[in-house]
Structures are given as structure tokens and as C-alpha cells.
């Protein structure tokens, strides 16, 4: 355990700048978006609906998407730099089973995420609550921290899934060589499509599940409208069997990868 931990906190100091700079650029695009608010509308009326400013759209949507690819980018490039400076070798000869040093790398990306989250969630309250009227649009602060939390949450797993079949696709790409760019991007692809298909497949499997009901969990009967939204979970457990699978494949590929090398 000891060791699993000093190799998430060595990923975590590897990533502090670039999450800080990350989170500085988030409230400078927040506050640039802010001042742009002052003398136009947040909301744009059009004949069929209200549509939020695209000044309000990149502040919001930029460091909730954009960034956390960049996130993943920027640990692919260290995975690769740690393996052309033969510095994989030693973390393996501490000795720590190559599925650890994988997780550990996505422990410290999804600490990363909830840092940057943090920091754009935070700055919205502040910078755009009284914009948009939220003190008296919502229910209540309690209301809005705990659709925030299920937004965080939903972001992470949609984060992690991305991430672990990143991983794959780089260990993969690094087993074959030559023309790793093209391996790892096809191998990225057939992740994606493998676990989409696994999921369709074992999707009649786990039909006993019950109805998740969101509108309760998020609370939504308390606003004006009402909106019913529901999901059936059966899918969503053969994606993550798949997601898991694809985990536990990395980590075998991963430690054969670095045999074979070494």
C-alpha cells in the first residue's frame, strides 16, 4: 500500500503545474467571460427557446471538456517520457505489479479532475450565480451543491472510462514499435466500440436491475417544470464489466510489455 501511494503522490507532483495552470486559465476564462456579460445579455431569446450566451457557454463548457481531455494527454506524454527514460523499469523493480502503476496513474488523474472541477464549479457559483439568477431560479443551496455532486460524479466515471481505454491504447501502441501513432489511435477506437458492443450485448443480463429514478435523486420535482428522467442501469453495468476488463488487460499487457524490453 505504501508503495502504491508514493506512486500516486510522484504522478500527482509530475501533474501540479499543469493543473494549476489549467485552473488559473479556467477563472481568467471565467472572468473575461464575466466582463463580456456586463454589456450583453446571459440569456438570448429566440423564437423558440432561450439560449444561453456563447460567452457563457466558454466559460462553462471549455474547462468541463476540453481540459480534462488535456488532462489525459498530458498523462499519455509522461507514461511515454517515464518509458524512453527507462524510468517504468525502475518502478517496476520496487517490485509493484504493473496494474498498480496504472491505477495509480488513474488515481492521480481523477484527483486532478475534482481539483479542476472544484475550481470551475467554484468560480461559476461566483462569477455567474447572480447573472443568472440562481438565488431565486433554484431551489436552494442545498439543491444546487447536490446537483453539482451528481454532475461531478457522472463527469468522473465518463473521465475514468475515457482514460482507462486511453491507457490501453498507449500500452498497445508502445508493444508494436513502428508506427505507434496510428496502432494507438485504432486501438483507441476498438476500445471504445468494444465496450459500447459489450454493453448492448450483456445489456439483457441485468434487466432485473430496478429503474433508476434521476428525478428523485437529483430532486428535480422541486423546480417549476416537471421533468421525469429516468434510466435503466443494465447497460451501464456491462459498460463498466467491460471498462474493468479493459483495466485488467492494461496492467497483464502492460508488465509483458516491459519483459519483452527489458
Not at 427557446?49 to 506524454?77: D, E, K
Request: aromatic fraction near 12%; charged fraction near 15%.
Amino acid at each position: 500500500m505504501k508503495r502504491f501511494l508514493k506512486l500516486v503522490r510522484k504522478d500527482l507532483e509530475t501533474g501540479r503545474l499543469p493543473v494549476l495552470l489549467l485552473s488559473g486559465i479556467t477563472l481568467a476564462l471565467m472572468v473575461w467571460a464575466r466582463l463580456r456579460l456586463v454589456n450583453a445579455p446571459a440569456v438570448v431569446e429566440t423564437a423558440e427557446s432561450y439560449w444561453p450566451s456563447i460567452y457563457l457557454v466558454l466559460a462553462l463548457a471549455v474547462p468541463v471538456t476540453f481540459f480534462p481531455l488535456w488532462l489525459i494527454w498530458r498523462s499519455v506524454q509522461t507514461l511515454r517520457l517515464e518509458w524512453r527514460d527507462d524510468t517504468i523499469y525502475t518502478l517496476l523493480a520496487l517490485p509493484v505489479p504493473g496494474w498498480q502503476i496504472m491505477l495509480a496513474k488513474l488515481v492521480s488523474l481523477c484527483m486532478e479532475y475534482t481539483v479542476l472541477f472544484a475550481v470551475a464549479t467554484g468560480g461559476a457559483l461566483l462569477l455567474f450565480g447572480g447573472v443568472l439568477n440562481m438565488g431565486t431560479a433554484l431551489p436552494g443551496p442545498s439543491w444546487v451543491a447536490l446537483n453539482i455532486f451528481w454532475l461531478y460524479l457522472g463527469g468522473l466515471l465518463l473521465f475514468t472510462a475515457l482514460a482507462v481505454q486511453t491507457q490501453l491504447a498507449v500500452v498497445v501502441g508502445k508493444m508494436v514499435g513502428r508506427v505507434q501513432g496510428i496502432v494507438t489511435l485504432w486501438v483507441w477506437i476498438l476500445a471504445v466500440w468494444f465496450t459500447s458492443r459489450l454493453a448492448e450485448l450483456l445489456q439483457p443480463l441485468f434487466r432485473w436491475l430496478p429503474v433508476l429514478r434521476l428525478h428523485e435523486l437529483m430532486r428535480l420535482d422541486e423546480l417549476e417544470t416537471q421533468i421525469i428522467l429516468e434510466v435503466h442501469p443494465a447497460g451501464q453495468v456491462g459498460f463498466w464489466l467491460a471498462t474493468i476488463g479493459i483495466f485488467a488487460l492494461t496492467g497483464v499487457l502492460f508488465e509483458r510489455c516491459v519483459e519483452v524490453n527489458d
